[in-house]
T-cell receptor, first 109, second 115 residues
Framework: GENVEQHPSTLSVQEGDSAVIKCTYS??????FPWYKQELGKGPQLIID?????GEKKDQRIAVTLNKTAKHFSLHITETQPEDSAVYFC????????FGAGTRLTVKP | DAGITQSPRHKVTETGTPVTLRCHQT?????MYWYRQDPGHGLRLIHY???????DKGEVSDGYSVSRSKTEDFLLTLESATSSQTSVYFC??????????????FGEGSWLTVV
């Protein structure tokens, strides 16, 4: 089955800086890669996703890149704000969906 | 927000007692899932359903059973709760199987403590 590794587990940045979270996957059949944001006491919320026929996708301050050859994908958040502080999960979906262990992002004012 | 309601949201129970968590959706989605979330493990699939009375095991199904008698309801039962089942449980839904690129939407979670 699919195995997804996510790094780093914690990330602290200053407000206005960029944040990058990286994930690798093992199943070459995976074709859908969503990212979720989870705030304290809440369920994960989808923030952006990318399909395997696309190399990059951007939505305002958030972007995701996918390298199918290397089997890794990344989340980029620019101009970070304190409200970006949360736990972020990547996932890879082929025959099933597997999640990374999560990255706790802290944005310091 | 996806129309997913979990109940109860918080529960404390004793070791050895049965516990049932309920998930109700208003989206008429075919797939429903139960995940557990533990520090360092992310989200792990317990069981899922692909239709009424159609269920299958996930990666951490031991000690859990599920039932789906209606499209909108998916129940997770811990037959005899153990301390290792203390966790946050999330119900999720998707229109179709994740392998087809269908987005999974999560509920708000149920915090279960087994003492």
């Amino acid at each position: 089955g699919e195995n997804v590794e996510q790094h780093p587990s914690t990330l602290s940045v200053q407000e206005g800086d960029s944040a990058v979270i990286k994930c690798t996957y093992s199943d070459s059949a995976s074709n859908y890669f969503p990212w979720y944001k989870q705030e304290l006491g809440k369920g994960p919320q989808l923030i952006i996703d990318i399909r395997s026929n696309v190399g990059e996708k951007k939505d305002q301050r958030i972007a995701v890149t996918l390298n199918k050859t290397a089997k890794h994908f990344s989340l980029h958040i620019t101009e970070t704000q304190p409200e970006d502080s949360a736990v972020y999960f990547c996932a890879a979906s082929g025959n099933d969906m597997r999640f990374g262990a999560g990255t706790r992002l802290t944005v310091k004012p | 927000d996806a129309g997913i309601t979990q109940s109860p949201r918080h529960k404390v129970t004793e070791t050895g007692t049965p516990v049932t968590l309920r998930c109700h959706q208003t989206e008429n989605h075919r797939y429903m899932y139960w995940y557990r979330q533990d520090p360092g493990h992310g989200l792990r699939l317990i069981h899922y359903s692909y239709g009424v009375k159609d269920t299958d095991k996930g990666e951490v199904s031991d000690g859990y059973s599920v039932s789906r008698s209606k499209t909108e309801d998916f129940l997770l039962t811990l037959e005899s709760a153990t301390s290792s089942q203390t966790s946050v449980y999330f119900c999720a839904i998707s229109a179709d199987m994740p392998g087809s690129g269908n987005t999974i939407y999560f509920g708000e979670g149920s915090w279960l403590t087994v003492v």
